[in-house]
């Protein structure tokens, strides 16, 4: 079993940066691929990027590829999303995910957090 909470949303200009963190619960973290996710108002949920369990992989979606960055600190059992060049369009809520598989932690994970509001505006 994995808990996940997210912090760090907000408020932010256009063209600014954001850094959400998503604190996971559990003795076996490292052995969790993991996510991040958004959706926007009226849409689905979309992929934004993951993370191997070692943090060698990362997979970011094309939509954000070259503005956000997925880390994790297995120590802290926390990974994060550093999120640069902001656009209103990224305005959404951002949910973590975690799941043992990193094929599927990008499409169905099985854990998911309570999500944190992210706007952008222009």
């Known amino acids: 079993q994995v808990q996940l909470v997210e912090s760090g949303g907000g408020l932010v200009q256009a063209g600014g940066s954001l850094r959400l963190s998503c604190a996971a619960s559990?003795?076996?973290?490292?052995?969790?691929?993991m996510g991040w996710f958004r959706q926007a108002p009226g849409a689905e949920r979309e992929f934004v990027a993951a993370i191997s369990w070692s943090g060698g992989r990362t997979y970011p979606a094309d939509s954000v590829k070259g503005r956000f960055t997925i880390s994790r600190d297995n120590a802290k059992n926390t990974v994060y999303l550093q999120m640069n060049s902001l656009k209103p369009e990224d305005t959404a809520v951002y949910y973590c995910?975690?799941?043992?598989?990193?094929?599927?932690?990008?499409?169905?994970?099985?854990?998911w957090g309570q999500g944190t509001q992210v706007t952008v505006s222009s």
């Open positions: 995910a975690a799941d043992q598989s990193l094929g599927v932690v990008r499409t169905t994970p099985k854990y």
């Open positions: 559990g003795r076996t973290f490292s052995s969790y691929a």
